[in-house]
């Protein structure tokens, strides 16, 4: 069967193609683990269920009013136009950092929940 690349049949890929796609989806995934050690993540122990987070960070829009700029060495920066203030820093990472935090949190009281002895969980009584 002849098959012209304008009219591929449905799951065909060229070998470049997929070349093309793995490498761009390392790139990305590199990208993804470096923010989540950036913002605290241990990926390799307890935090590698939260990588999404860390997707969701890394492509986090800029706040209204912050602007991506970039200095004579070619390092971007981050200007809020109202405040005037900088930073090195995107805006959301401290963001992204606390989500980390509340989400560690909640992992730790759903596990000690989960650990508590049945007989010391009781349903409220209601006095009528």
């Known amino acids: 069967m002849k098959c ?3 009219h591929r049949p449905s799951g ?3 070998e470049s193609d997929r070349a093309e796609q793995t490498s761009r989806f390392s790139a990305h995934r590199k990208r993804v683990h470096q923010y989540a ?6 990926i390799s122990g307890q935090d590698k269920n939260l990588l999404w987070l860390a997707e969701e960070g890394l492509n986090a829009p800029l706040p209204q ?11 971007p920066y981050y200007y ?9 820093e995107h805006p959301c990472d401290k963001i ?16 000690r929940l989960n650990d508590a002895p049945v007989h010391s969980i009781r349903q409220p009584t209601h006095a009528g």
């Open 96 to 111: 992204y950092r606390e989500k980390l935090e509340f989400l560690r949190n909640l992992r730790a009281a759903a596990s």
């Open 37 to 42: 050690e950036y913002i605290g993540m241990n």
């Open 4 to 6: 012209s690349l304008r």
């Open 65 to 75: 009013g912050w602007r991506e700029l970039v200095d004579l060495y070619g390092v």
């Open 80 to 88: 809020n136009v109202e405040t005037k203030k900088s930073s090195f």
């Open 12 to 14: 065909f890929q060229r």
